[in-house]
T-cell receptor, first 112, second 115 residues
Framework: TQLLEQSPQFLSIQEGENLTVYCNSS?????LQWYRQEPGEGPVLLVT?????EVKKLKRLTFQFGDARKDSSLHITAAQPGDTGLYLC????????????FGTGTRLTVIP | GAGVSQTPSNKVTEKGKYVELRCDPI?????LYWYRQSLGQGPEFLIY????????DSGLPNDRFFAVRPEGSVSTLKIQRTERGDSAVYLC?????????????FGEGSRLTVL
């Protein structure tokens, strides 16, 4: 069972376009992370957000943690072919199990 | 090496056989995680070790799956009587401390195919 639902599941856009990926849950998370995974490799951490309402920017990527710490979004500005990959949100639940739960994933393809 | 190492990278076996997958974490990392990932989906949690002990094994799907970490470093995931539904990429990750404390570093995974 995956606690975090991501949308869209697939996204194909032209180079230079903007996009937003959403990560939603009914559970509260003490922190939430975003990873990017390329074929044949393990996920690689992009960012960790901890505080409700927090916004972090990493070059053309903007990450936001919801006020209630149940959801997050990833916005990419002026997408480039190098952004192509599987984007995964993952959260540490505030109560209960003490492991990292991953979202369902969003596969992004940026067409040159 | 500096990263998480997993062996074998690929394993093809027949239904009913026994399989072992090995994970060598980053030196000094006390926490070790096993995940299973099907094509195009997010990793599914299996088990988490803190040191030598399994702190959370709630993700193991059934009693055919077992994992050990006897010396608090290398871990082995063991699958008995494999079934076709066990086919997936098995990912191992390690972190310096435990949950809620930062980045997990993943290996490249072991791709298991059960014929």
């Amino acid at each position: 069972t995956q606690l975090l639902e991501q949308s869209p599941q697939f996204l194909s856009i032209q180079e230079g376009e903007n996009l937003t990926v959403y990560c939603n849950s009914s559970s509260v998370f003490s922190s939430l992370q975003w990873y990017r995974q390329e074929p044949g490799e393990g996920p690689v951490l992009l960012v960790t957000v901890v505080t409700g309402g927090e916004v972090k920017k990493l070059k053309r990527l903007t990450f936001q943690f919801g006020d209630a710490r149940k959801d997050s979004s990833l916005h990419i500005t002026a997408a480039q072919p190098g952004d192509t990959g599987l984007y995964l949100c993952a959260g540490f639940r505030q109560t209960g199990a003490n492991n990292l739960f991953f979202g369902t994933g969003t596969r992004l393809t940026v067409i040159p | 090496g500096a990263g998480v190492s997993q062996t074998p990278s690929n394993k093809v076996t027949e239904k009913g056989k026994y399989v072992e997958l090995r994970c060598d974490p980053i030196s000094g990392h006390t926490a070790l995680y096993w995940y299973r990932q099907s094509l195009g989906q997010g990793p599914e949690f299996l088990i988490y070790f803190q040191g030598t002990g399994a702190a959370d094994d709630s993700g193991l799907p059934n009693d055919r799956f077992f994992a050990v970490r006897p010396e608090g470093s290398v871990s082995t995931l063991k699958i008995q009587r494999t079934e076709r539904g066990d086919s997936a990429v098995y990912l191992c990750a390690s972190s310096l401390f435990g949950p809620n404390t930062g980045e997990l570093f993943f290996g490249e995974g072991s791709r298991l195919t059960v014929l």
